[in-house]
């Protein structure tokens, strides 16, 4: 059961337009998805074609700001919200480090302002089903060679991505002891799949290997991530909406470690297989400075939402990343229409001073 009017926030970015069309796949989800999203840079319309067409009457957009309380009330009142999943975020640890502020607003203020909405209708008696904020391992800190991410383990935020994302939890935890209002928290680890904004790793090295730019490597490219498919993650939202205890966090994980250097050559070999050219791909990694306060690992142990809810990875990270690959390739044209002005900007001022 995920109610009749679900508020997703940030569904024209990355993981929540995947989540949209997701849920929409579902069967046994009958209600309405109202996506709120401010179209930053990072969010694009066109990754939700065609689903006003496929789910006629039950898809709405409204481009709004989370930080603008009113128009975030207005909207809770006109689809008489009773769910929210909420994605929207500034998510790009590179420019938090360059640029903060526009994460302390959306993600901190941003994420006050529809705690507040949330707890306006729920204490007024009207039907509220619950508030789910998704969060991510960064909050942790970062591990040694080591051990993993549990729910327990304490936050130490190291960028200011991380902290403001600490810190949002911190307010949806606050909510739940103080108003009862229920909520859910998942904290994830990487992920990676279609429509990733190609500022992040993975997809970022597909189109640099594919145009033969170089393709840049921070530090000794030694730093461990865990990796999760989209879609897994989405399934794993979906489980804690419909049987997450109420005020609880759940871990989730790919249970798949890969060091920066080896997914940068696992994907210059597939772009060689699937896009042949005369020399290796692998020519164009370029070792660049280190990004400030940089997490060596994280890993995420997932026994809880395995154990209570039975949800584990389906996708290989083999598998997950030729999917990945293929896809960027078959898609040319949708990197090639955001690969625009603004992103150019931001490529040059990140990497130019590395
Ligand atoms: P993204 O950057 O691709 O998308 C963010 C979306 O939020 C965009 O559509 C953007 O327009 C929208 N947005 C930003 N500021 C807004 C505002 N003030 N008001 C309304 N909309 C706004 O991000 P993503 O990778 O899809 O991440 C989604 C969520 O998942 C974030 O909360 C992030 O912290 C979390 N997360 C991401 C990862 C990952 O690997 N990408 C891992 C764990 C958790
Ligand atoms: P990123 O995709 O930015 O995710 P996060 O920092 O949230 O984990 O980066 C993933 C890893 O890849 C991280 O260790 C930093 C590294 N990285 C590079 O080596 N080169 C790059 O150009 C980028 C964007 C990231």
């Not at 796949?25 to 109202?34: P, V």
């Not at 993600?107 to 039907?127: D, H, Q, V, Y």
């Not at 904290?187 to 594919?210: A, D, M, R």
């Not at 791909?281 to 070792?287: E, W």
């Amino acid at each position: 059961m995920f109610g009749d009017n679900l508020l997703v926030t940030g569904g024209c970015g990355f993981i929540g337009s995947n989540f949209i069309r997701y849920i929409f796949s579902r069967e046994d989800f009958r209600g309405r998805i109202i996506n709120v999203d401010a179209l930053t840079y990072a969010g694009n319309q066109e990754n939700l074609i065609g689903v006003d067409k496929s789910y006629p009457g039950r898809y709405f957009f409204e481009r709004a700001d989370i930080c603008d309380p009113s128009a975030i009330q207005d909207i809770f009142e006109r689809y008489d919200i009773d769910t929210v999943c909420h994605f929207a975020a500034e998510s790009h640890v590179d420019r938090s480090i360059k640029r903060p502020v526009s994460f302390i607003q959306t993600n901190i203020i941003g994420t006050f302002n529809l705690l507040e909405a949330a707890r306006m209708r729920f204490t007024s008696g009207r039907k509220f089903y619950l508030f789910h904020h998704i969060s991510t391992d960064e909050v942790y800190g970062s591990l040694g060679p080591q051990g993993y991410f549990t729910e327990n383990t304490p936050y130490r935020p190291n960028s200011p991505y991380a902290a403001s994302k600490a810190s949002s939890d911190h307010l949806v935890r606050a909510y739940h002891e103080t108003y009862g209002l229920p909520t859910t928290i998942s904290n994830c680890s990487n992920n990676y799949g279609p429509y990733q904004f190609p500022e992040k790793l993975i997809p970022l090295v597909i189109l640099n290997s594919l145009e033969g730019k170089p393709v840049p490597v921070y530090g000794d490219g030694k730093n461990v991530r865990d990796w999760l498919y989209v879609t897994d993650h989405c399934e794993a939202i979906a489980e804690i909406i419909e049987h997450g205890r109420r005020g609880e966090t759940y871990n989730i994980g790919g249970h798949a470690e890969m060091e920066n250097i080896s997914i940068v050559e696992m994907i210059c070999d597939l772009v060689d297989e699937l896009a042949p050219s005369e020399t290796s791909r692998r020519r164009l990694i370029t070792f660049v400075p280190d990004r400030p306060g940089h997490d060596r690992r994280y890993a995420i142990d997932f026994s809880k939402i395995n154990t209570e809810l039975g949800w584990s990875p389906k996708e290989s990270f083999t598998s997950g990343l030729r999917k990945t690959v293929s896809w960027y390739l078959e898609n040319k044209s949708w990197s090639e229409r955001i690969i625009n002005g603004e992103y150019q900007s931001w490529i040059q001022e990140n990497y130019e001073q590395r």
